[in-house]
């Protein structure tokens, strides 16, 4: 015979009273049916949803990646069974931290410290999300039920246990799998690694700014978040030329940006036929589609190919690059 509804919140008020008694520093024993697992994956943030199915007076242990400089939370979305819903508040979630020993499937006795405890609401889905750094964007809504707290999660492992809290329920209920589908909650940013050298491969000082704004940066501290989208990358040095970079930075994904400082000495392009004879300075000149070095002050280059001579001048100046392109064209008009 189903128990009347005074009966029912009179268990579970009792109930959910000696549970939430249950101190949030220090650990308690308890004993589990099984432990299903999850492990987040760092390099797969992005597109990262894993589903387990989850029994009544089980457990389910979610592994944290060890770089977790783009996840701000974990949400777990539960399907509940309608043999579940219609029997609201006889289930309780609690999410533990330090969890002892760390989970196995072979193991069913653990010490954990609760950090959360709610009995599974009257309808068919329910999705908890789970802060793990202070500063986070997380906000709760009619939909989604956020932990105020921020557990340590020291050993990397959230651990979500589900357990029955009313006396009466029928065997459907207990018997009734809880699919948990878990995602990872990101941060709207994504990460820059900037690797910045001169050709001679020693340390220089230099200026980095993004954004107009300037950062700090050495070889040792090359990486910056940035929200996500387009951003300018400038370097200032007074022994290179100054470099100006525009780069997209994705969500939750590493940038890389490598930068080789270039020489304030100008410098040459020459393109032309393989036919041509170029000429400079009155010197042959074979360094053909490649950048090189040239003197500041006037320089004279002469292009010959059969009895066609054409001759240009360039007055080079510091922090310059010059291109010199030699080409032949034969034009067609109808008329």
């Known amino acids: 015979m189903r128990i ?54 089980e457990a389910l242990a979610i592994y944290l990646p060890e770089d977790q400089t783009f996840i701000e939370g974990i949400e777990i979305k539960m399907d509940i069974p309608e043999s579940v819903a219609s029997w609201m508040d006889s289930v309780a979630c609690s999410v533990y931290d330090k969890i002892n020993p760390l989970p196995n499937p072979s193991q069913i006795d653990y010490s954990g410290v609760r950090q959360y405890v709610s009995t599974l609401p009257g309808r068919l889905s329910w999705v908890l999300q789970i802060p793990i750094k202070e500063n986070n964007s997380i906000k709760a809504n009619n939909y989604t039920t956020k932990i105020d707290c921020v557990p340590e999660f020291k050993d990397k492992v959230i651990f979500i246990r589900l357990q029955p809290v009313m006396k009466g329920v029928p065997e459907e209920t207990l018997k009734a799998l809880i699919p948990m589908t878990v995602k990872p909650l990101l941060i709207d940013k994504g990460q820059l690694v900037m690797n910045i050298n001169n050709p001679e491969g ?48 994705d969500q939750a994904k590493v940038t890389n940006l490598d930068i080789l400082m270039k020489s304030t000495e100008p410098t040459l392009i020459i393109t032309a036929p393989e036919s041509a004879l170029i000429y400079l300075d009155d010197k042959k000149c074979d360094t053909i589609g490649k950048e090189f070095v040239i003197s500041e002050g006037e320089h004279k280059i002469k292009f010959t190919m059969g009895d066609y001579e054409i001759i240009r001048s360039i007055q080079a100046i510091q922090g310059k690059t010059y291109t010199a392109n030699f080409s032949v064209d034969l034009e067609i008009l109808e008329e």
């Not at 919140?9 to 101190?23: A, N, P």
């Not at 980095?208 to 950062?215: A, E, G, K, L, R």
């Open 202 to 249: 020693t340390d220089f000082p230099c200026t980095v700014y993004i954004d107009d704004s300037p950062v700090e940066y050495n070889k040792e501290e090359n990486k910056v978040l940035l929200s996500s989208g387009i951003h300018t990358i400038s370097i200032i040095s007074d022994s290179y030329r100054n470099e100006v970079r525009t780069v997209r930075i």
């Open 4 to 57: 009347n509804s005074w009966t029912k919140k009179k268990i579970i008020s009792t109930t959910l009273m000696c549970l939430l008694l249950s101190s949030n520093f220090f650990a308690e024993n308890f004993r589990v049916g099984k432990v299903h697992s999850i492990s987040l994956d760092s390099n797969s943030l992005t597109s990262q949803t894993e589903c387990q199915k989850i029994g009544i007076s």
